[in-house]
């Protein structure tokens, strides 16, 4: 199967920055449409960020357009997710996922580990 592993995620003050980053293994991941979701206590799982496999087209929540930006390197089988001016709500495990590529939004149920991301202001 598919392995997929997060990492970038810390400890931050509101206002700073993190990129979080995913590397997957195993077959045919470079032509995976992938995304970003996050959880925080209490609250349902939430899509952030989907980009598709060539990297043309990028998919964003309202909550984080403007101030995160989904990329990728097939080369290497990662995607990154740099997000800038961080605010206590982004506060919350970020996972990576494969999506299907015209369903961007949704995810298909492969996920990595999580990185935590904590903001305090």
């Known amino acids: 199967q598919v392995q997929l592993v997060e990492s970038g995620g810390g400890l931050v003050q509101a206002g700073d920055s993190l990129r979080l980053s995913c590397t997957a293994s195993?077959?045919?991941?470079?032509?995976?449409?992938m995304g970003w979701f996050r959880q925080a206590p209490g609250k349902e799982r939430e899509f952030v960020a989907a980009?598709?496999?060539?990297?043309?087209?990028?998919y964003y929540s309202d909550s984080v357009r403007g101030r995160f930006t989904i990329s990728r390197d097939n080369a290497k089988n990662t995607v990154y997710l740099p997000m800038k001016r961080l605010k206590p709500p982004d506060t919350a495990v970020y996972y990576c996922?494969?999506?299907?590529?015209?369903?961007?939004?949704?995810?298909?149920?492969?996920w990595g580990q999580g990185t935590q991301v904590t903001v305090w202001s």
């Open positions: 980009i598709s496999w060539t990297g043309g087209s990028t």
């Open positions: 996922t494969l999506v299907p590529p015209r369903a961007p939004t949704t995810s298909i149920g492969t």
């Open positions: 195993g077959g045919a991941t470079g032509s995976w449409a």
